[in-house]
């Protein structure tokens, strides 16, 4: 367990309150700070879980529960590799600036469904964001190694559809305010996830060489390890002509939380969390890596057709609810063509990402070991592909990705 930050006072969080409640006589009457998860638990950031009970100048008394989450003290090495996706300083600007614009949107077709915790309070000088926490309120996180089955992908499509399609209208009405995000995984201003992605490639590449059944597509993929980042960064551009959006850019088990109905034991509910890899793309990027990362077989496998027509049919109709102009809405079978524009995405969070997502294996397994390719590096990733969960997937879809010519050095992705 991290300690708690030492500036994390009753003041600073009486201040924090003050500000969100617009009420300057809030008073904290009680107050209690505990660690909430250690540092190898989450990459995303250090998390410490408050309660606290406050009263307003009305004399309203409330209990809240917030979660702080502050910048992971990373080595410098990691620091420096990761300095150009300024994660930290643009979460707080999504949660400050984007997000509620798009909540606002949503708000005037009178869909109120909340898709994003809220923030309370966002301080740049410390990288710390409040949010409410969503444990308290019956939200938990699935099992990210069981995976989810087709109810639990449903409400999340759902969440998704609508968040991609109001922030297309968002950016719409603000003459392109989103475009700015342009630093997904893959972008032009740096290749610091080289090391995690080839990597894994070559990983990947290593383990199928050995197995009588693979060892061809292991050449392919050998080959194409010098253009990797290059195609990456072409799927990561935004199509002209086509319906762009802010794309939350890490849809996967641990990036959402889920409420269940306490009888049935069935999902209700879902929102999502981690907005620090949000860029300005196709809304296909979201899809192919939620579904290859995070699906139980075979949903992944046979039934993804569905899972488009259904993401499509809320997508398309939350954009015709805000009338939305700047594009064409495309029809479903348009938008097939564009999840095919897109498909190396699919190859990638399947070949590269998944075996780390499914991963129970705690030896190196640590942020340095997936980034880097030094030795304690590149065997950590090569035993990702000892899983036998991840051998019959690549054996099951690598094929298929080549019939699509998705490891041909030559392939363009866009």
């Not at 990210?144 to 968040?163: G, Q, Y």
């Amino acid at each position: 367990m991290a300690a708690a930050p030492e500036w994390l006072t009753h003041e600073y969080l009486e201040h924090a309150l003050r500000s969100h409640y617009k009420d300057d006589g809030l008073t904290i009457t009680q107050l209690q700070i505990n660690p909430a998860l250690g540092p190898g638990e989450n990459y995303g950031g250090v998390l410490t879980r408050t309660r606290v009970q406050f009263t307003l100048s009305n004399q309203e008394t409330h209990l809240q529960n917030l979660i702080v989450k502050t910048e992971i003290d990373d080595d410098e090495l990691t620091q420096e590799l990761m300095a150009p996706y300024d994660i930290y300083n643009r979460e707080m600007t999504i949660y400050q600036e984007v997000l509620p614009k798009l909540k606002d949107l949503l708000n005037e077709i009178g869909d109120t469904e909340r898709i994003f915790p809220t923030a309370i309070y966002v301080d740049r000088e410390r990288m710390a964001i409040i949010f409410e926490d969503l444990s308290v309120q019956g939200y938990v996180m699935a099992d990210r190694v069981r995976r989810l089955n087709e109810e639990h992908t449903h409400l999340i499509l759902r969440k998704l559809a609508k968040l991609h399609a109001a922030s297309a209208v968002l950016n719409e009405r603000e003459n392109g305010s989103l475009e700015s995000y342009d630093r997904g995984f893959f972008n032009r201003y740096t290749n610091a996830y080289k090391g995690y992605f080839v990597g894994g490639l070559l990983a990947a590449a290593r383990w199928m060489s050995q197995v009588p059944k693979m060892a061809h597509y292991a050449e392919k993929l050998f080959a194409l390890a010098p253009h990797y980042m290059d195609i990456g960064r072409e799927c990561f551009a935004p199509t002209a002509g086509q319906v762009n959006v802010f794309a939350h850019g890490d849809v996967w088990t641990n990036n959402v939380m889920f409420k269940y109905d306490t009888k049935t034991g069935r999902p209700v509910d879902v929102l999502l969390i981690d907005f620090q890899y949000s860029f300005w793309g196709s809304p296909c990027i979201d899809l192919h890596h939620f579904f290859n990362t995070s699906l139980k077989e075979p949903l992944r496998r046979d039934q993804q057709s569905g899972l488009f027509q259904f993401y499509h049919s809320i997508f398309s109709e939350t954009l015709k609810k805000l009338d939305y102009r700047q594009n064409p809405i495309p029809s479903l079978h348009q938008f097939k063509q564009q999840v095919e524009q897109k498909r190396f995405f699919a190859m990638h969070s399947t070949v590269v990402v998944q075996p780390v997502m499914i991963s129970q294996d705690p030896t190196d397994a640590c942020f340095n070991a997936l980034m880097n390719d030094d030795e304690r590096g590149i065997r950590f990733k090569n035993r990702l592909y000892n899983n036998p969960t991840v051998q019959q997937n690549l054996h099951s879809l690598v094929p298929f990705f080549d019939e699509k010519g998705l490891l041909e050095v030559n392939q363009t992705c866009g």
